[in-house]
Structures are given as C-alpha cells and as structure tokens.
C-alpha cells in the first residue's frame, strides 16, 4: 500500500513540475488572469498601478499561438499609484487585453481611470495588463464620475463614492500588497524530490 501511495504521489508531483516548467515556457501569464474582488477596497490593495489616461489607439488585433489579443496605447494624464515609480503623466503606456465578456477593450478617446499590473509573459515586452480585468477598468467623464465597464461594479455596496475625487482617500486607505507567488521555487522542488526520494527508500527497506 505504501509503494502504491508513494508512486501516486511521485507521479503527482512529476506533473506538478512539467506543468510549471510549461508555464514558464510558454505561458501567456496574465493574459488568462482569473482574479475576482467581492470590494473596490481589495482590488485597491491588489494594483501596483492606478492611472487615469486617454485612450489614444483604437485596439490593434494580433495573434499569438491561435489566440487573438489586441494592443492599445493609453496617454497617461495622472498616476494616482506606481510602487516602482516608473510612469508619469505624458506618458504612452501599452494595454494589452483580450476581447471577452470578462475583459471588454478600451475605445479611442475615451477617458479611463485603470488598475494596472505590468504584463509579464511571451506576448511583447513593457506592456500592462488591467487588475481584476472588467473590475478595474472605469470609463471617467467630464464631471469626474466613474462609471464600470461591467456588470460588477465594485463600488456599489462599498460604501465608497464612485467618483474621482475620492480615488487618493481609496488608495491611501488601501496601500498595495504584493501577491505571494504559490508557484514552488526550484530550492522548493529539489527538497521536495529528495523528501520524497527518502520516503521512498524507507518504504523499501520496511517491506523487505
């Protein structure tokens, strides 16, 4: 019973460690980002970057391995949050987004207020990706008022004002926190392979 259960799991934790070798291969990363808020407060805390911008470009379609995403440029007007203090205002920054329901893309000429995370994978190098897709994407008008592009708009039932007046108040209540990374290290999967290496040795020598 003990071999049986030993080599389940070592077949378990082999596809564990393809499965992440894949994903740093060939992963398109956030471009599939699954992140939901149930609070404009935790979505607040999850975004490195907050800015408002024009949109400059209307969205560019291109394919990458038979999957169609589409660029757009963003003229950055005011950056209310950058922990890395990398952006300011003038700047034209690049959006990369998918087209579905759960990510609608950015039209030319509006005005946007974007929760932002630098992307990070294959598709092309200094571009962003919006936090928390549809719920961090806000149309701005002229009177400052925020409007979601979505069907969850965080801020009803949040006690917060829709409105752009009080986005420092939201983001100063909230302060980032970094999302710890649950993908195991290769130190992590090396010390995991020898435990299990050993367990399997004594199982061995315990039936023998």
Do not use: F, S
């Given at each position: 019973m003990k071999k049986w259960m030993i080599g389940m799991l070592s077949v378990?934790?082999?596809?564990?460690i393809m499965f992440s070798e894949m994903l740093k291969e060939e992963n398109t990363s956030d471009l599939a980002v699954t992140e939901s808020f149930r609070h404009i407060d935790d979505l607040a805390t999850r975004s490195p970057i907050v800015i408002v911008g024009k949109v400059s470009s209307a969205p560019k379609p291109f394919t990458y391995q038979s999957v169609t995403l589409f660029e757009s440029h963003i003229q950055v007007q005011r950056v209310y949050r950058d922990v890395n203090g990398q952006l300011k205002s003038d700047d034209t920054i690049t959006l990369v987004q998918n087209d579905m329901e759960e990510d609608p893309l950015v039209k030319r000429g509006e005005n946007v207020l974007l929760?932002?995370?630098k992307y990070e994978g294959p598709v092309m190098e200094d571009a962003y990706r919006i936090v928390g897709l549809q719920q961090g994407h806000f149309k701005v008008n002229r009177m400052g008022t925020l409007t979601s592009v979505g069907k969850s708009n965080l801020y009803q039932g949040s006690g917060r004002s829709a409105d752009l007046s009080k986005l420092e108040t939201l983001l100063k209540d909230n302060p980032y926190v970094a999302e710890?990374?649950?993908?195991?290290?290769?130190?992590?999967?090396?010390?995991f392979n020898e435990n299990e290496e050993r367990l399997f040795e004594e199982s061995q020598q315990h039936d023998e």
């Open positions: 378990v934790v082999a596809g564990y929760y932002l995370q710890k990374n649950d993908v195991m290290t290769d130190e992590e999967i090396e010390a």
